[in-house]
C-alpha cells in the first residue's frame, strides 16, 4: 500500500504530516501551519526568491546528499516527502551563532528592509554549500532568482565573496556549518532520510482530491491510463502558479519525481537521452558539454530554484509559445519518446505541436524522455534569447540556429523560432531561402524577406508585432556575424560577464 502521510526532515526531526490539501505549497505549510515565519512571500509565482528555502535529497546510491535552493511558494507539500528542508531558521538555532553566510550580510550591510533577506540568504547557503570558490558570474547566477528593492545588489555580492572567510571559529560539527567539499560526510542524516524512503510511493487524499507519487513507470503509466484527467506534475513551475496564481482546484495529481525510470540522463555515442522528470539544472550542463552555443540561453533560463525543481519535460509538454528550450532542441533534431499504457512511440519534437498550447499527446499519454542527437563536429548550433532583463525574464523571442557550411555556401540551415506565433515552429521558408547559397549578408537578407512568411507575429506586453517580427531578423542577423567573428559579445550579454 502506498504510503498517505508526507513525510520529511526539518532541523533533524521528522515531521508527518496528515491530512493536508496535496496542493498547499511548502510556504503555506512552513508560515501558517508551522508559523515558521522567517521564510517570505513576495510573489506567489517563483519570480522575486523571497521564499528561497533549500532541500536535501539523498543520491540514487544513497550515498550522498544533494543540496539545492527553491522556491517553497509554488512547491507542493508532498514533493518534499522523503527530503530535508532547510529554512532560514535552520541555519541559526536559537541561542547559536549566526551562519557565516548571515555573519557576512550583517558586516557588509547586505539588508535593509529585510524582507528579501530570508530568500538571499537561502540562496547564497546553497552556494556557500556548493561551490567552495565562486566565480563573480556564479555569485551572479546564485542570486538570479532574488529580487532586493532597497539594499541594491553591490553590499548583497560582497556578503557572498567574504562569506567563506567568516568560517575559522565556527563549531564545525554541524554539516550545516561545512563548507562545500568538506571531507565529513552527513552520514546521520542520510540516514535518516533513507530511513524515509518508502518501498511503495505516495498515495494522499483530501476532501476528494488525490496526490499519487508513483515509483516505477508502468504503474505511472497504469495510473495515467485509468485517470487521463489527472494532471501531471514535474518540477511544478509551471503548475504551482495554476493554483497560486490562477486559484486552478487540481482534483487528482500524478507526480513524475519519484519514477525512477524517468529520473535517467544518460549519454551514448549517438543521443543524450533526458528522462522527463530530470530537473534543468542536471540536463542543461549536460547538453551544453555538447553544445557551448547553449550556454547563454539556459544561463538564462529563468533562476536556479526554477531550474532546480523545473525540469526540460515540463518545459516542452506545457509547450508555451514562448517556452525557451524548445527551439534550440528543434534544430539539433530532437524527438520525444512518448508512453500510452503498454504503448510507446517516438516523435519529432517539431511535430509535437499543433496549435498554441495543443500538442500531440493523445489522453493518458504522457512523456518519457527526451532525445537529443550528440552534436556532429561541423555544425554551428547558437540560440538567442531577447527579453527586457538579463536575468529571469520571459523571452519576448527566442530563437535558434543550426548551421552547416559546405566551403562558402550553406550546407544545411536550419532555424526555429519562439514568441513569435502561437507555436514554437522551425522556419521553413527562410531555411529554404538560404539552403545552397552563399554564407553572406545578400544571403541573409532573402533569408529575413523569407522570415515573414514562416509566422504570423503576436503582440502582446513584451512586444508588438512588427516589433517582434524586426527583433528576430536581425537577431538572424547578428547570427550571421556571430559566425564571422564580427560580434562584440559584451553587447549581446547585457553588459553581464559571460
Ligand atoms: C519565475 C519563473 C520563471 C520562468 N522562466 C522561464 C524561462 O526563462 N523560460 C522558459 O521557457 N520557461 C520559464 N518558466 C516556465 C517553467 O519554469 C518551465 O516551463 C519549466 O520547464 C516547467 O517544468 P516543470 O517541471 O516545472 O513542469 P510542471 O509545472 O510540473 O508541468 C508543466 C506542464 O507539463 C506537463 N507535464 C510535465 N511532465 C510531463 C510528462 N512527463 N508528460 C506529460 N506532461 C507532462 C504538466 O502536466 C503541465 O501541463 C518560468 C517559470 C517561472 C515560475
Ligand atoms: S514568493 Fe516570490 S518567488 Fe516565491
Ligand atoms: S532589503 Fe528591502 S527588499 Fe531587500
Redesign the pocket.
Known sequence: MPGSSIRFVLDGDIIEVDDVDPTRTVLQFLREDLRRKGTKEGCA???CGACTVVVAEVNRDGDDLSLRAINSC?QFLPTIDGKELITVESLAPAGSQLHPVQRAMVQKHGSQCGFCTPGFVMSLFALYKTNASPSRREIDDALAGNLCRCTGYRPIIAAAQAMYEQGDDEDRSDWLQQPCGAQQKPDGRIAKLLSLMSTEGLDVEHAGRRFYAPLDIDSFATLYVRNPDA???????????WVTKQHRELEKVIY?GRVAELAELSVSSTHIEVG?AVT?SDAMPVIVDHYPGLDELFRR??SPP?RN???????I??G?P????MPALMVVGASLVLRCGDATRELPLDEFYHDYQVND?APGE??VRVRIPVAEREAIVGSQKWSKRFD?D??AVCTAYRLVLDGEKVGSFRMACGGLAAVIKRAAHCEAALDGQPWNEKSIEQACRALQEDFTPISDMRASADIRLRAVQNLLRRFFHETKGNVDSTLYTYGRQR
Open positions: 509565482e517563483g519570480d509554488i494532471t501531471i506534475l514535474a518540477g511544478g513551475t509551471d503548475v504551482g502558479l513524475t522527463a534543468l533560463f529563468a526554477i525543481a523545473g525540469t526540460l519535460g515540463g518545459n509538454a506545457n508555451s514562448i517556452g525557451d528550450t499527446l504522457f512523456l529571469q520571459i523571452s
